[in-house]
Nanobody
Framework: QVQLVESGGGLVQAGGSLRLSCAAS????????MGWYRQAPGKQRELVAT???????NYADSVKGRFTISRDNAKNTLYLQMNSLKPEDTAVYYC?????????????WGQGTQVTVSS
């Protein structure tokens, strides 16, 4: 089992910044692909950014150039630095770990952290 706990959400004005953290336990963090997703009210959950075990990153077009995903394997922690925030970034942000075991991959989710951007 993998446990993920997000933190760092809050209320910020448009143009501001926040840094989200996701503390992981229960597995070998450095061996897991990780990602941030978000879900706005009335919308489906969507990918924000992912990072592989080798550190390769991928971003949704809507956040490219504004958000940065990173990981600290020594601290078993995933980060999302969010700059130039917009009201449309308002959502619950979730951390996901993908754990490979034998021939299968398993996804684990955190409980989410609310980000609200006021105009």
């Amino acid at each position: 089992q993998v446990q993920l706990v997000e933190s760092g959400g809050g209320l910020v004005q448009a143009g501001g910044s926040l840094r989200l953290s996701c503390a992981a336990s229960g597995s070998s963090f450095s061996h897991n692909a990780m990602g941030w997703y978000r879900q706005a009210p009335g919308k489906q959950r969507e990918l924000v950014a992912t990072i592989t075990t080798a550190g390769h990153t991928n971003y949704a077009d809507s956040v490219k150039g504004r958000f940065t995903i990173s990981r600290d394997n020594a601290k078993n922690t995933l980060y999302l630095q969010m700059n130039s925030l917009k009201p449309e970034d308002t959502a619950v942000y979730y951390c996901k770990a993908t754990v490979a075991r034998l021939l299968y991959e398993y996804d684990y989710w955190g409980q989410g952290t609310q980000v609200t951007v006021s105009s």
